[in-house]
């Protein structure tokens, strides 16, 4: 649990600089891989690019599609809390952002 209160703290430091005025786009790789061209499109259309005609293909796959408990060694002496414990990245950045600007969303 260390770890994930690391982890956090550290974005929570890498975003206070953030700048307010760029909209940060979130994407989880798995549905980048699933999802390539409609996950690419959402992202081209953040920007000013026409991605129309693009085709995109996704490189990789999982490597491990494994089910965490069986690719973490130490999951037996995990807590019920250990195992499910998530860091929510979108939500740190955008109050990062909601605080820099005084608006909070």
Same mark, same amino acid.
């Given at each position: $649990?260390?770890? =994930?209160? &690391? !982890?956090?703290? /550290?974005? @929570?430091?890498?975003?206070?600089?953030?700048?307010?005025?760029?909209?940060?786009?979130?994407? @989880? %790789?798995?549905?980048?891989? /699933? *999802?390539?061209?409609?996950? $690419? +499109?959402?992202?081209?259309?953040?920007?000013?690019?026409?991605?129309? &005609?693009?085709?995109?293909?996704?490189? !990789?796959?999982?490597?491990?599609?494994?089910? +965490?408990?069986? @690719?973490?060694?130490?999951?037996?002496? +995990?807590?019920?809390?250990?195992?499910? =414990?998530? +860091?929510?990245?979108?939500?740190?950045?955008? /109050?990062?952002?909601?605080?820099?600007? *005084?608006? %909070?969303?």
């Amino acid at each position: $649990m260390q770890y =994930v209160a &690391d !982890t956090e703290q /550290e974005w @929570k430091r890498m975003v206070q600089c953030w700048p307010p005025d760029i909209i940060p786009i979130f994407v @989880k %790789y798995e549905d980048l891989v /699933e *999802n390539t061209t409609s996950e $690419m +499109l959402r992202i081209v259309h953040c920007m000013p690019l026409d991605g129309t &005609d693009c085709v995109f293909k996704a490189g !990789t796959r999982r490597q491990n599609p494994a089910p +965490l408990s069986q @690719k973490v060694s130490t999951w037996t002496k +995990l807590t019920d809390d250990g195992r499910n =414990v998530t +860091l929510d990245i979108p939500s740190i950045v955008k /109050e990062a952002i909601s605080r820099q600007m *005084n608006v %909070y969303y």
